[in-house]
């Protein structure tokens, strides 16, 4: 069991707009910054988002994340079928669960 | 271009001892802490511990302190991540990052009898 918890899957249609959730604690999301990552299968993880809502040069301006207390989301606009693949949240955590802490991750089909 | 190369894969059996290594090149090596990260088959991601190559401090998740040993040797901008008897359920693959980026390729690493 995660200590982040994510929804196992969502979906969307080519060019819909597509939120994957990420709920924590005052010890992880509440006080620290949140990190979002990608994976395709049989590849390494790729950072998406860092410190709650950045973008790495290369990633594209339809990703983008928030942070709302202890919870967080990541975005996709105008959705493609690239885009389907494993999205995890990650976050530092203050408790004796981190310092690191990985949400559970949320596959994504484009249908 | 910033990298992290790992090792390659490794077939073990209980018991066995193991370490994988991590190589980075393109930044300096020291400036930037390195985690571990494991992914069991067909599972999420798990962080293991890292440490800071500049004076081997390092910090262990829960679920992994004292079951393996992350080292450095930053002559040669390489960490390791180490096991003294393997299990089957140690059975994964192994992902080292760069403070979240970027990340090593991994390694596969099968522990069975």
């Known amino acids: 069991q995660s200590v982040l918890t994510q929804p196992p899957s969502a979906s969307g249609t080519p060019g819909q707009r597509v939120t994957i959730s990420c709920s924590g604690s005052?010890?992880?999301?509440?006080?620290?910054?949140v990190y979002w990552y990608q994976q395709f299968p049989g590849t390494a993880p790729k950072l998406l988002i860092y410190?709650?809502?950045q973008r790495p040069s290369g990633v594209p301006d339809r990703f983008s994340g928030s942070k709302s207390g202890t919870s967080a989301s990541l975005a996709i606009s105008g959705l493609r079928s690239e885009d389907e693949a494993d999205y995890y949240c990650?976050?530092?955590?203050?408790?004796?669960?981190?310092?690191?802490?990985f949400g559970g991750g949320t596959k994504l089909t484009v249908l | 271009e910033v990298q992290l190369v790992q090792s390659g894969a490794e077939v073990k059996k209980p018991g066995e001892s193991l370490r994988i290594s991590c190589k980075g090149s393109?930044?300096?090596?020291?400036?930037?802490?390195i985690s571990w990260v494991r992914q069991m088959p067909g599972k999420g991601l798990e962080w293991m511990g890292r440490?800071?190559?500049?004076?081997?401090?390092?910090k262990y998740s829960p679920s992994f302190q004292g079951h393996v040993t992350i080292s450095v040797d930053k002559s040669i901008s390489t960490a390791y991540l180490q096991w003294s008897s393997l299990k089957a359920s140690d059975t994964a693959m192994y992902y080292c990052?760069?403070?979240?980026?970027?990340w090593g390729q991994g390694t596969l690493v099968t522990v069975s009898s």
């Open positions: 990052a760069r403070s979240g980026d970027p």
């Open positions: 393109g930044y300096s090596f020291t400036s930037y802490w």
């Open positions: 440490i800071d190559p500049s004076d081997s401090y390092t």
């Open positions: 005052s010890s992880n999301i509440g006080s620290n910054y």
């Open positions: 410190r709650n809502n």
């Open positions: 990650a976050a530092w955590d203050d408790s004796l669960s981190g310092p690191e802490v």
